[in-house]
């Protein structure tokens, strides 16, 4: 029988939000446990800064220019193939809860479902009040029928009333009780946290209140394209506060309470592994742990995500462990994709591959493997209120990132962007695009993005004749 997959997957971690990525000042003992258990790929990087564009590249393995969800709010078109799906036409059993944002659902907006393959859908966009199908309301409001309609602080509601371990208890109950034992499964756990708002249980927070934390990285942004000014006063979208609002006992207190939020997650991963243990189902699952974009936790005088492609943005933790396949502490630092993860999948369960991704498992299990060598991340206006419409491409090859703030074509002959030596410049602080000694490396960059671009355009339909 092919193999269970259960992916666990948060929004807006950053990579570095991990023990086991280096960061001594986070508690994740079981997300390390999970790392040291399996594979931990030091360099992923998401299709999309923002929420909505990135978990669509990972439904379809398909890039952002491809798929066509190019922004929050904007619907994945209605023939989308997902790849649930095709596990589900395969004979798997699938199951989802929390977030999806494959559709707009604000202000109170039901999320419109494609044909996705799940048997067990319990969704809940955020913790939030909002649509009447928010499953974790439901849940919330059998436990506490006098929270309905109270004025309620969801974030910081205590651990056994909160999102996350709403999510933990819904993942087990699918272990334990309600999934189809006579079919492989796959299960997607989406957490809300660590999105902002800023919150979490007190005991959670307390943990980090008091320890001395590291500020942000500093960056007074000259050289930056003027954009990321203008982005340092007013957060994504207008909907939160810029960097320049907060005060610098306010920025620790942020990051406690995002450290917090990453701990309560880490701690729900761990029942939620403990139970796959008990059903003795842990050594035929593929596990996978990741996130759909990062944040900037005031690094660069920026807060919370896109349009900027900064690593912390657009850089994620992605762990895989399956104990027969993938050798236990292994760590990979080639460029991989949020495409790759369904065709990873894919290709473990025994299917095709759809869209542009590439399985990640040989590089998890050879050292002679190599992947693509380079990654994609496009970011299309996702509604920020900046004086223009924002569209940024990203291209990582190497030692090398080039980021092109694209302008209307009457308008653009002065062509502003980004590029970084990550291997001189690792926080990338020196922006290099004007810099002439630099000049023929941007070239080739640029032309290569084309290529790309170019080699991963929709060419699906199918030509019938010469003419």
Known sequence: MP?????????????????????????????????????????????????GPSRAS???????????????????????????????????????????????????????????GFRVFRWAHDPYPGSSENEYHRWLHTLRPDLAGADVDYDTLPTELHYSHWIGEQTIDFLTHS????????????????????????????????????????????????????????SYAGHARGFTSYSPEELQEVKAAYYAMVTLVDDEVGRILDALDAEGLADDTLVMFTSDHGEMLGDHRLMLKGPMMYDQAVRVPLVMRLPSAI?????????????????????????????????LLPLATSR??????????????????YPAPVHLTMLRRDRWKLIVQHGSPATSR??????????????????????????????????????????????????????
Not at 450 to 465: G, Y
């Open 327 to 359: 050798p236990a502490g292994a760590r990979c630092d080639e460029l991989v994709q949020w495409v790759d993860l369904s065709a990873t999948i894919l290709t473990a369960a025994g299917l095709p591959v759809r869209g542009e991704g590439q399985d």
């Open 3 to 51: 193999p269970n997959v259960l992916l666990l997957c948060t929004d807006q971690q950053r990579f570095s939000a991990l023990g086991a990525a280096g960061n001594d000042e986070i508690d994740t003992p079981n997300l390390d446990r999970l790392a040291s258990q399996g594979v931990l790929f030091g360099n992923c990087y998401v299709q999309n800064p923002v929420c």
């Open 414 to 467: 002065e062509r502003t962007g980004e590029l970084y030596d990550l291997a001189a410049d690792p926080d990338e602080l020196q922006n290099l695009w004007d810099d002439p000694l630099h000049r023929d490396i941007r070239t080739d960059l640029q032309e290569f993005l084309l290529d790309v671009l170019v080699a991963t355009e929709d060419r699906s339909q199918e030509r019938v004749a010469d003419w």
């Open 179 to 234: 999934r189809d034992r006579d079919k492989p499964f796959l299960f997607v756990a989406n957490f809300f946290d660590p999105h902002h708002g800023f919150g979490a249980p007190e005991e959670y927070v307390r943990r980090y209140r008091d320890r001395e934390l590291s500020r942000p990285l500093p960056d007074d942004l000259t050289g930056k394209p003027p954009i990321q000014t203008e982005a340092s006063h007013a």
């Open 368 to 385: 002679t493997a190599t992947g693509r060598g380079w990654a994609l991340s496009e970011y299309r206006n996702s509604g920020h209120p």
């Open 58 to 116: 990972l439904m379809t393995g398909r890039y952002v220019h491809q798929h066509g969800l190019w922004a929050n709010g904007v619907g994945l078109p209605d023939g989308a193939r997902l790849f649930s799906k095709d596990l589900a036409d395969a004979g798997y059993d699938c199951g989802l809860v929390g977030k999806f944002h494959l559709n707009a659902c604000f202000g109170g907006r039901t999320e419109k479902r494609h044909d996705d």
